[in-house]
């Protein structure tokens, strides 16, 4: 007689932010449904969920379709606020996270063009909403005072020396 033996399957560790297609789903879904925990509350309140709901699912259970989907939703929930105003720290915080994790993903090019495209939207529209979330333009400057041959950009982060000091 034979003998049957399983065959025991050794897990492989999962990348952060390179989820299947069935796990970066399930996020996906999670993401959508934290705008329904808070139907009647402030947009705050709803785009906060949506970025939460991204930030404390596990990296490995995500892809960039997660982060970029964040993005947006919450791009959207929040522009039904006024603009000029200020986000709250805690939203400029995740905001501020969920950026870092996209720039880490444009950086391994695992976005696709319709990606880039959805996120570049989606930062223009927080940004609308509040201009206080980028950093100002830069300034033209010349390269050399004896012999101009360029431009090189300056950033003036004055206001940013002054809100850390």
């Not at 989820?19 to 705008?35: G, L």
């Not at 259970?61 to 720290?89: F, G, M, R």
């Not at 005072?145 to 300056?154: I, Q, R, S």
Request: glycine residues 2%.
């Amino acid at each position: 007689k034979k003998r049957k033996t399983k065959k025991v399957q050794q897990k492989v560790p999962k990348e952060p932010w390179q989820a299947s297609y069935m796990a970066s789903s399930v996020t996906q879904k999670r993401i959508q449904d934290s705008v329904h925990q808070y139907p009647k509350s402030s947009p705050i309140k709803r785009g906060t969920a949506v970025l939460e709901t991204l930030l404390t699912t596990l990296p490995e259970d995500c892809n960039e379709a997660n982060v970029v989907c964040a993005l947006t939703l919450s791009a959207k929930i929040l522009a039904n606020t006024s603009t000029n105003t200020p986000a709250s720290p805690q939203v400029r915080s995740l905001l501020i996270e969920t950026l870092d994790i996209l720039h880490e993903l444009v950086s391994m090019e695992q976005l696709s063009v319709r990606q880039l495209c959805n996120a570049a939207w989606a930062i223009a529209k927080h940004y609308n909403r509040d201009p206080t979330l980028l950093p100002p333009p830069p300034v033209a400057a010349a390269t050399s005072t004896d012999d101009v041959l360029g431009v090189a950009e300056t950033w003036v982060l004055q206001n940013e020396t002054k809100q850390s000091a």
